[in-house]
């Protein structure tokens, strides 16, 4: 089945970085738009960006510019997610999310519809 | 950015009840506007997209209105189950951006 399956929880001393990785199963990787949206407790959901597995292209939440970077390996249909630079405040549950669209009312619109399990990262000192 | 905002942030109700729930945008996102569910501990799940469209699997009891800035979620005889925290999201632009979520609990 369609599955997104994420690594496990990290703990991090602030200005450390983190790497989570999203394994996808059950659905054709290489050409999807993988999304990362973070939720820092008792926090609404946050995205941070999104790749394109196809061709690699990426588009960051300009909070997160500069200290983001989302990668992909194809042959192992794994996403993954990098921050840099951690403080306290990164402290949040990590998912990935893949998008799906609907264009058949000659419109495009685009919406998140499978999700990993999530990473909790926790960055304390 | 556009800003996403909810109302009420949480409610009470009991099953059987029906239940709205109202999303705005801080400016026009035509109907570029999704609604997800949120369990404890669990990930979020799609319910509806561009503002109407159910979602496969989701029950016909929720059910999605609205365009441009105002926005509604009702769920038509609330169940056990549909006790949880409810978020919308624009998809209209970047970065993508979500309410601040409406709790509902039991009464």
């Known amino acids: 089945q369609v599955q997104l399956v994420q690594s496990g929880a990290e703990v991090k001393k602030p200005g450390a970085s983190v790497k989570v990785s999203c394994k996808a199963s059950?659905?054709?990787?290489?050409?999807?738009?993988m999304h990362w949206v973070r939720q820092a407790p008792g926090q609404r959901l946050e995205w941070m960006g999104w790749i394109n597995t196809g061709n690699g292209n990426t588009k960051y939440s300009q909070k997160f510019q500069g200290r983001v970077t989302i990668t992909r390996e194809a042959t192992a249909s794994t996403a993954y997610m990098e921050l840099s630079g951690l403080r306290s405040e990164d402290t949040a549950v990590y998912y990935c999310?893949?998008?799906?669209?609907?264009?058949?009312?000659?419109?495009?619109?685009?919406?998140?519809?499978?999700w990993g399990n999530g990473t909790t990262v926790t960055v304390s000192s | 950015d556009i800003q996403m905002t909810q109302s009420p942030s949480s409610l009470s109700a009991s099953v059987g009840d029906r239940v709205t729930i109202i999303c705005r945008a801080s400016?026009?996102?035509?109907?570029?506007l999704n609604w997800y569910q949120q369990k404890p501990g669990e990930a979020p799940k799609l319910l509806i997209y561009?503002?109407?469209s159910l979602q496969g699997g989701v029950p016909s009891r929720f059910s999605g209105s609205g365009s441009g800035t105002d926005f509604t979620l009702t769920i038509s005889s609330l169940q056990p189950e549909d006790f949880a925290t409810y978020y919308c999201q624009q998809s209209y632009g970047t970065p993508l951006t979500f309410g601040g979520g409406t709790k509902v609990e039991v009464k």
């Open positions: 561009a503002a109407s």
């Open positions: 059950g659905f054709s990787f290489s050409s999807s738009v």
């Open positions: 999310v893949r998008q799906d669209s609907d264009c058949s009312g000659g419109s495009c619109y685009y919406y998140m519809d499978v």
């Open positions: 400016q026009s996102i035509n109907s570029y």
